[in-house]
């Protein structure tokens, strides 16, 4: 385990072994953090730290803030912000990248597994396009508490190392406290970055990266008979996965652009994100999302679309003719809902206290799912009052219906369906605690956290909030009011973009 040094020494962090710096530099822009005024540690995700290797103990909170602020660049770190394009909100933008970020380099931790450790907010590069290359302290904030919520709920995703303040403003709408966040990824690699190099019809430099991206996140599909099919099917799969989780928690990402879908298949990119409250597949948050195109429901779509950019990219590297490279990746796009089904329905049975699989479980979860979009009821709230439905209290599940009557003639189905399964009630009540969660980062409680931190530099309740949802399956009855949905004053509509 390598231990951050005293300020007399030179800043180490831990081990870097920065391969992606190692390509040339098309990929990316070489250059510094910019440095910040005054930088004071938030929170450092100590937990985290271990498992990358990285010993805090004995560091100052000054010299901790100096590190994760960019202030000072560790020994090892290659600083790079890295090239990308992007489909936002369907339009194609052929230069994105990192406007506002630098990857720092990457870690391979004590399970040997390599990550991109990443400041956010660490000010201007050749990509930011006229903005300011800062972040506002809200959005860091927000993404330090889902990202970690995520992690705790099982989620594939992006994790949060740290958050600082900077002593500086930012100017938004009005003018904010300034933060950087420090987030560890698999990779920040993304359809964008193949987008950005197919646009320019760079084939060698989509071979090197999709050959470096095979090494790293797909190894097996180096020795498919074709490995870029391969890759594609392989990221597919992940992707489809990752969406079909993110919808068994009710989790609307809000900017599903191809510059924010991770080749690793990791969630990232918290921006406009939400938990939805009261179930309705129509439901956005996103204030930049008019016309719903990223609503809740409409997210398995929007996947296979992005995909879809994806196989676009890598059509020169399958096949020397085009017709069948198309073909080729037609047939794999196709299989994206069978994929999708299956991580989802899995779920699903599990949430439904199903430990058998039979032909009627879908119909059986959706019909659950219309009966709470008509009687607006609390997605999380009914999965877990569910479980306690399976040990015989169906008193909680009842009253969330306004009419108790649709609830108890699915129930009917539902204990016929149970009772084809030798299943005790109390171990399939257990079973399903497990996997419907009591404690989701509800936007009322992010924002009554932010508000706090913002207006009034208290971070106490940011904090209690990253404790409870560490537990999101525990019954925590001293915290119960944070599983509860906002009242009609607290109701969150629109969440917003952190640029």
């Not at 990192?98 to 991109?116: K, P, T």
């Not at 002593?167 to 987008?195: D, K, M, N, W």
């Not at 003719?321 to 990746?329: K, L, N, P, Q």
Request: glycine share 8%.
């Amino acid at each position: 385990m390598t231990t951050l040094m005293s300020p007399t020494t030179p800043a180490v962090l831990a081990d870097f072994d920065n391969s992606y710096a190692r390509l040339d530099e098309r990929f990316f822009a070489r250059l510094n953090p910019v440095p910040v005024a005054s930088p004071r540690v938030i929170r450092v995700n100590a937990a985290l730290a271990g498992e990358l290797g990285i010993d805090l103990a004995g560091m100052s909170k000054a010299d901790v803030a100096q590190i994760f602020s960019g202030n000072r660049v560790p020994l090892g770190a290659e600083p790079i912000a890295t090239a990308y394009a992007g489909h936002q909100f369907g339009g194609f933008s052929p230069k994105l990248g990192d406007g506002r970020a630098i990857l720092l380099g990457e870690i391979v931790a004590l399970n040997g597994q390599r990550y991109d450790v990443q400041l956010k907010g660490s000010g201007r590069t050749p990509f930011s396009r006229g903005g300011d290359g800062r972040a506002a302290l809200g959005p860091v904030l927000r993404e330090y508490i889902v990202s970690e919520a995520m992690a705790a709920l099982g989620i594939p995703t992006t994790r949060a190392l740290a958050a600082v303040t900077t002593g500086e403003i930012v100017q938004r709408e009005t003018p904010l406290p300034g933060a950087i966040f420090t987030r560890v990824a698999q990779s920040h690699i993304r359809v964008g970055s193949f987008q950005y190099f197919a646009v320019r019809r760079d084939t060698e430099a989509l071979r090197v990266l999709a050959d470096y991206v095979i090494a790293r996140h797909y190894p097996d599909a180096a020795r498919a008979e074709n490995p870029y099919l391969r890759l594609l099917s392989g990221v597919m799969q992940r992707q489809a996965a990752l969406v079909a989780r993110w919808m068994l928690v009710g989790f609307i990402h809000g900017v599903m652009n191809t510059d924010n879908t991770a080749i690793a298949g990791e969630t990232i990119d918290y921006g406009p994100c939400a938990f939805m409250d009261t179930y309705d597949p129509a439901t956005v948050y996103s204030s930049i999302d008019e016309n719903g195109r990223y609503a809740y429901g409409n997210q398995p779509a929007i996947a296979q679309w992005n995909l879809s950019r994806f196989a676009e990219t890598l059509l020169p590297l399958m096949s020397g003719d085009t017709t069948t490279a198309i073909a080729m990746a037609q047939d794999t796009l196709d299989h994206f809902g069978d994929h999708f089904t299956e991580t989802y329905l899995s779920g699903m049975r599990a949430k439904l206290g199903l430990h058998t699989a039979m032909p009627g479980d879908l119909g059986l979860a959706q019909d659950l799912l219309d009966r709470m979009a008509r009687n607006a009821t609390d997605f999380t709230l009914t999965f877990r009052f569910l479980s306690d439905a399976a040990a015989g209290d169906e008193t909680r599940i009842r009253a969330l219906f306004a009419d108790s009557a649709d609830y108890d003639a699915w129930a009917v189905m539902w204990r016929a369906r149970l009772a084809l399964e030798a299943t005790d009630c109390e171990a399939r009540s257990s079973a399903m605690r497990a996997v419907n969660p009591a404690f989701i980062p509800r936007n009322h409680n992010i924002e009554a956290a932010i508000v706090a931190a913002v207006t009034h530099g208290d971070f106490a309740p940011f904090e209690h909030l990253i404790e409870i949802l560490a537990a999101p399956f525990d019954d925590q009855p001293a915290h119960a009011a944070f599983m509860q949905p906002p009242q009609r004053e607290q109701i969150v509509r629109a969440t917003f973009c952190g640029t």
